[in-house]
Nanobody, 115 residues
Framework: QVQLVESGGGLVQPGESLRLSCVAS????????MYWYRQAPGKQREWVAGIGTGGRTNYAESVKGRFTISRDNAKNTLYLQMNSLKLEDTNVYYC?????????WGQGTQVTDSR
């Protein structure tokens, strides 16, 4: 059974930092391209960042220079370091594992404005 479990969400104020994690089980993690997405209430889910099996990364323009995606294949874990957070970054964040036409999603972790 494949599971992706996100954690690390919480209350933040603009300018603060947060690190999200996504632990995968039931897949050969190192074979999968990994992604972070986010979704605000009433809006479509949007892609945030991706990292290939070799470590190559890509980012949405809205987070480039502030967010860093990384992976630890030995721990089957994906990370998203979020710095200089903005109000528009408060969303539910989801990780996704992709291999060919197969995708697996986590349940999400909430990042909320604490003000």
């Amino acid at each position: 059974q494949v599971q992706l479990v996100e954690s690390g969400g919480g209350l933040v104020q603009p300018g603060e930092s947060l690190r999200l994690s996504c632990v995968a089980s039931g897949i050969i993690f190192s074979n999968y391209y990994m992604y972070w997405y986010r979704q605000a209430p009433g809006k479509q889910r949007e892609w945030v960042a991706g990292i290939g099996t070799g470590g190559r990364t890509n980012y949405a323009e809205s987070v480039k220079g502030r967010f860093t995606i990384s992976r630890d294949n030995a721990k089957n874990t994906l990370y998203l370091q979020m710095n200089s957070l903005k109000l528009e970054d408060t969303n539910v964040y989801y990780c996704k594992a992709g291999l060919g036409i197969v995708d697996y999603w986590g349940q999400g972790t909430q990042v909320t404005d604490s003000r």
